[in-house]
């Protein structure tokens, strides 16, 4: 059972008073550090502890002005990787410093949409016109380039040992690359609608992905071409999901809520919390230590602690399908919309020991680098 203490969240990043609406944040794969990205194109790296105000620790502007669309931490953490929706450039910033390393002029053939960072020496992107790449991070040289898609990339990640890129596409098909062999595995058969989001559960054998239409599409791994499960019910667009065990992913709604999911047998678990009403959850990173779910919407940044989240049925905080938990009135908020492209949106105590503490860290984290 989780005490109020342990339980204890950072508080939460409000964009007004970054001045701008946040599209991404990313954890640092090793310190207590969040990285967020706004529609002016600021970046700003922030250090969280629990129960405190997040501090910053770092901000920079190498996009000038012009929307961060989005920003990934490299594996080892030292370097922040963004793209930038005028110029379709990828922007390698080093996170000790802030200084710019490595700006690769026109990556793309539209603004990058999508990153993952493969490994330490690779790094996948995709862009507005469907286009993805694959980087070797020792140059910044692309190494391949595939464009499979009508619409654009959504969202990536990798399974089968890093050895196979997923992407999501805004066409509605799920698109496998074999990294070894730098070529297309196979391209799934079009949904109805756009795929936004997606994870790898079950030990790898399963992959689910979130649609516009509020729907969990199930794939078998290595059998790309149609979907093998749906679980319907979302009120609206499911934007972003993360998963937190094997079996049970957290999704990012339209409608401003962060759910619990389990993925087959598929059950929602129950509600993991609540951003505006009016701004969809965009993004979603899991903190270093797997202690905090951290969720980026365009009003704000919240952490909600992984241990609190409902991981089985039975759960103290009620399972039950979508219809029972949520009860019949959450329906009559369904629509069917396309998804709006990010760069299109319009917004003291006793622990100051500890604060020191974990502030030292973060001090020691930038003096290592």
């Not at 080093?94 to 990153?115: M, N, Q």
């Not at 790449?133 to 990798?158: A, C, F, Q």
């Not at 679980?231 to 934007?239: E, L, T």
């Not at 409608?255 to 505006?276: A, E, K, M, W, Y």
């Amino acid at each position: 059972m989780a005490t109020a203490e342990s339980s204890a969240a950072p508080h939460d990043i409000h964009c007004a008073e970054q001045d701008d609406m946040l599209f991404t944040v990313d954890a640092h794969p090793s310190a207590d550090i969040l990285a967020t990205g706004n529609v002016d194109g600021k970046i700003t790296l922030f250090s969280y502890a629990p129960g405190q105000e997040c501090k910053v620790v770092r901000s920079f502007n190498h996009h000038r002005g012009n929307s961060c669309r989005v920003a990934k931490f490299s594996r080892r953490g030292k370097c922040l990787i963004s793209g930038c929706k005028k110029d379709s450039a990828l922007y390698v910033t080093d996170v000790g410093t802030g200084k710019l390393l490595c700006r690769t002029k026109k990556a793309h053939s539209a603004p990058p949409y999508a990153i993952h960072t493969v490994s330490e020496n690779q790094l996948a992107s995709g862009d507005e016109g469907g286009e993805i790449k694959l980087w070797d991070t020792r140059t910044w040289r692309s190494v391949m380039t595939l464009k499979e898609n009508g619409d654009y990339i959504s969202n990536m990640t990798t399974g089968n040992e890093n050895r196979t890129l997923l992407a999501t596409s805004g066409d509605g098909s799920l698109v496998a690359v074999d990294l070894r062999q730098r070529r297309l595995e196979e391209r799934s058969d079009c949904n109805e609608s756009e795929l936004l989001s997606l994870a790898v559960v079950k030990g790898g054998k399963k992959v689910v992905c979130g649609d516009g239409e509020g729907v969990l599409m199930i794939y078998n791994w290595g059998l790309w071409g149609d979907i093998t499960d749906r679980y319907p019910g979302h009120p609206q667009s499911i934007d972003s999901l993360i998963a937190i065990s094997e079996s049970v992913i957290c999704t990012g709604c339209m409608d401003g809520t962060i759910r619990s999911v389990q993925v087959l047998p598929n059950q929602l678990l129950g509600t993991v919390g609540h951003h505006t009403e009016d701004f969809p959850i965009d993004s979603m990173s899991l903190t270093h230590e797997r202690a905090y779910l951290v969720t980026g919407s365009q009003d704000c940044c919240k952490f909600w602690p992984v241990e609190d989240i409902p991981k089985l049925v039975g759960s103290d905080k009620g399972a039950g399908s979508l219809r029972e938990v949520e009860g019949e009135g959450g329906w009559t908020r369904r629509k069917k919309r396309k998804r709006r492209h990010k760069w299109r949106a319009g917004a003291e105590d006793d622990s100051g020991d500890e604060d020191e503490r974990r502030t030292q860290h973060v001090d020691d984290f930038f003096a290592d680098l």
